[in-house]
């Protein structure tokens, strides 16, 4: 599936606090979503969803229809730049706006709002999407963030007292533009074992595991085993980059063993690199790993490993981008045996119901060159009906990226329908790196 990631740069200026001043904490159950953490956001009396993305110094809303009765306040034109090789785009900021979360509130936010979903997020997750939110949500509390109960609590700086934990380590961060950075290293070498140390931007709003910039240190180059692949869409067009594998991520005592890394090229990343300092980003696929106390306060990040951290690194080997294209109309049959119509001359005709039911549909935004599925002839547009004979509306859309990035050699079957004309195609998924 797609990286989401961008960057914006403004000084943040709002603040949410505890709607009771003698709250002490605050818990959000939240998704998970491709490594992304969702939660419920109300905008001026409207709840909408949102990406909490640390990677982020502004909230953003993106996907705002006419059907959302949405209203902004203080409206002017802007320009934004982020990652990608386009140009700025235009967008709306609007002051003054309440926003909330249960207890949480800001009473004067500043919203971003972007007038053409560039991100196309909301079909490449199976759900709606409304925006991100990050250093504005996180500035003022120490976070607990828990990706295996799904839970993330706020609490006052001075009323948290962190309890003794052996298995927990603490490592400090930097804020440089409202943005966390942290210290980490990477072994990029698989014949040495030379450790190279690197600083990344603390991003909950990636997917991917790490992103390195290449060339960003002399030992930060991709290895001999990747393939080139689109890694997401940023603000300014669409993200390029290698796909590959490294030995090894050491933060403190931790290793993570065999992480799949993306290498961004430099015009992709261009604006990312304004930060010179900066090598790349700690992305969902390791930050999920861990349960974290993200502590902008004190400017430090806790982190202790819970089940998901020797949990493997998995890839799309079938070169398919599935998305959500909405609902469709679909026949269901309702048979039951009990209702039946007795004939004159004793025969027993059962009667057979049928309902209608709105399912999701899916289809193939786009087909990497040389990949499994290309070489079988599966094309962009397609409209997916079925996968290994069951229908392609029984599934989540995250089920079917897990299905295509499952094991090596795994044999796929997937109906199509083209221009009106039904299709099988059959292949197996090719492990590159």
């Not at 059907?67 to 090789?85: A, C, E, F, H, T």
């Not at 209702?339 to 005709?349: E, G, P, R």
């Amino acid at each position: 599936m797609a990286v989401f990631t961008f960057s914006l740069n403004f000084r943040a200026q709002n603040s949410f606090r505890f709607k009771n001043p003698t709250k002490k904490r605050q818990c959000i159950v939240f998704k998970v979503i491709n490594n992304l953490i969702i939660i419920p956001l109300e905008i001026n009396g409207r709840e909408l969803s949102f990406i909490l993305d640390s990677g982020v110094s502004k909230t953003i809303l993106f996907n705002i229809t006419k059907r959302d009765s949405l209203g902004l306040n203080d409206v002017q034109k802007v320009l934004l730049q982020g990652l990608g090789k386009g140009e700025a785009v235009e967008a709306l900021i609007s002051y003054k706006n309440k926003v909330s979360i249960k207890s949480l509130v800001s009473t004067n936010e500043t919203i971003y709002v972007i007038l053409d979903d560039y991100f196309d997020l909301s079909s490449k997750m199976g759900e709606t999407i409304h925006g991100i939110i990050g250093y504005d949500l996180l500035k003022n509390f120490i976070v607990k963030i828990n990706y295996q109960s799904k839970k993330i609590d706020f609490y006052k700086p001075e009323n948290y007292r962190y309890k003794k934990c052996r298995k927990c380590e603490t490592f400090p961060i930097e804020l440089y533009r409202n943005k966390p950075y942290i210290n980490l290293n990477v072994q990029i070498d698989t014949v040495g074992k030379k450790l190279t140390n690197v600083k990344l931007l603390i991003d909950s709003g990636g997917s991917d595991a790490i992103w390195l910039f290449e060339d960003s240190k002399e030992d930060v180059k991709t290895p001999q085993l990747f393939f080139n692949d689109i890694l997401g869409e940023g603000l300014s067009g669409t993200i390029y980059g290698n796909r590959s594998r490294i030995p090894k991520i050491k933060l403190g005592s931790f290793e993570i063993e065999n992480p799949t890394v993306s290498f961004l090229d430099t015009i992709s990343s261009k604006n990312a690199r304004n930060f010179k300092a900066r090598n790349g980003s700690l992305g969902g696929g390791i930050l999920k790993r861990f349960t974290i106390w993200l502590d902008y306060p004190n400017k430090q990040i806790k982190l202790k490993k819970n089940r998901f951290f020797k949990s493997s690194f998995n890839y799309d080997m079938s070169g398919l981008d599935v998305v959500y294209t909405g609902k469709q109309l679909v026949k269901e049959v309702e048979s039951d045996i009990t209702k039946y119509k007795l004939a004159k001359n004793n025969s027993v005709t059962f009667i057979t119901n049928f309902s209608y039911k709105f399912k999701p549909s899916y289809k193939i935004k786009a087909v990497t060159k040389n990949s499994a599925a290309d070489k079988v002839g599966i094309k962009e547009g397609d409209i997916i009906l079925a996968i290994n004979r069951k229908s392609a509306h029984s599934y989540k859309l995250s089920d079917i990226v897990n299905k295509l990035q499952e094991k090596e050699n795994k044999k796929i079957r997937i109906k199509i329908k083209r221009n009106g004309v039904e299709m099988i195609f059959e292949f197996r998924l090719e492990k590159k790196i």
